[in-house]
């Protein structure tokens, strides 16, 4: 009963949104001021990086590797226009490829943020074929790296703000088995070339409190927790308690988790609308996917963790009435163990 785009359990949840959906439906006003001030570059396969501090600073950030192999790519010159992609003959690459073909010099890209580009996509098995274009639409798209194809998710953290990279992408970082359109075929290998326009880091996880507002959870961690509410009036902003602190990693802006939980009504007087113990296993989900309570309540939690979360309608379900255990502006009371980081 979290899911943004339903109310149906956290079992049939999907599981990613798919770049195309999500690119094509969203956009900004940010300008490529500052890519189109950058100087043209040759193709792919003559750039090499020289800045060695540069470097370190995007390794900072991400675990890819930035090679100068474009394993005979082509892309025409000019961050102010839309580029051109010639494909070589050949079987294309079996791991992920990440080319920096204009480094850029602003802001460096973190893992989980979300990101403003001009990008063109093709396809490999199509012979170049071109099956998305942010140039052809007129605008920049806007999206989070938690929302996309592995292939950008992995390969965008330590970009820069106003550089040009290429991404050659193997079918298991992309859609795999699956033809989502026309131009991308079963087990196809996608081709991108990026131009970052603007990055927004994702926020600092929330410091918990110890102040559960009257809430009591009884229960051990390997048990179907119980949450009595102490009535009144509810608290207006979202409330974290760690209940469990758990000793295993953290996780992050961008993940899936894996969880036990239960869910209950603040309204309606602890009426429980919610739990994955009563199915008998654990939920997976991406925090991409679910209400902004969960969203911005769970990063930072740690594996073998319990945390109540205590959430206003505003980051819930507002006015709607999902179910008849959820009231119209209800408070939802949540408590989370955290099973594994999925993704």
Do not use: H
């Amino acid at each position: 009963m979290i899911s943004r785009p339903s109310t149906r359990t956290l079992a049939v949840l999907l599981a990613c949104l798919s770049l195309l959906a999500t690119a094509c439906g969203a956009s900004t006003d940010a300008t490529t001021e500052d890519a189109s001030e950058s100087a043209a570059t040759d193709t792919a396969t003559d750039t090499t990086s020289e800045d060695s501090a540069a470097e370190d600073d995007a390794d900072a950030t991400s675990t890819v590797e930035v090679s100068t192999d474009a394993r005979g790519v082509e892309v025409s010159e000019g961050l102010d226009s839309k580029p051109e992609i010639t494909l070589p003959d050949g079987e294309p690459p079996a791991e992920l490829v990440v080319v920096d073909i204009v480094e850029g010099d602003g802001e460096v890209v973190p893992e989980g943020a979300t990101v403003t580009t001009d990008y063109v996509g093709v396809s490999w098995t199509n012979d170049g074929e071109e099956f998305d274009s942010s140039w052809d639409r007129g605008e920049p798209a806007t999206f989070p790296l938690s929302g996309v194809i592995q292939g950008w998710t992995e390969g965008i953290p330590g970009m820069k703000v106003g550089g040009r990279r290429l991404l050659i992408i193997p079918p298991d970082q992309a859609y795999g088995e699956a033809a989502p359109s026309p131009a991308i075929a079963a087990n196809d290998t996608l081709v991108f070339v990026i131009d970052l326009v603007e990055v927004v880091p994702p926020p600092e996880p929330i410091t918990p409190t110890t102040d559960a507002r009257g809430v009591e959870v009884e229960g051990d961690l390997d048990s179907k927790p119980e949450i009595t509410l102490p009535g009144g009036e509810p608290p207006a902003e979202l409330v974290v308690v760690d209940i469990v602190e758990g000793d295993g990693e953290v996780v992050p802006f961008d993940a899936a988790v894996t969880t036990d939980y239960v869910g209950v009504s603040w309204t309606n007087d602890g009426e429980e609308f919610d739990s994955s113990w009563d199915r008998g296993e654990p939920a997976t989900f991406p925090l991409s996917g679910v209400i902004p309570g969960w969203t911005e309540g769970i990063p930072g939690m740690k594996v073998g963790g319990r945390r109540l979360l205590i959430i206003p309608p505003d980051m819930a379900y507002g006015a709607s009435a999902p179910s008849p255990a959820i009231a119209a502006n209800d408070t939802l009371v949540f408590v989370i163990d955290m099973v594994e980081i999925a993704g």
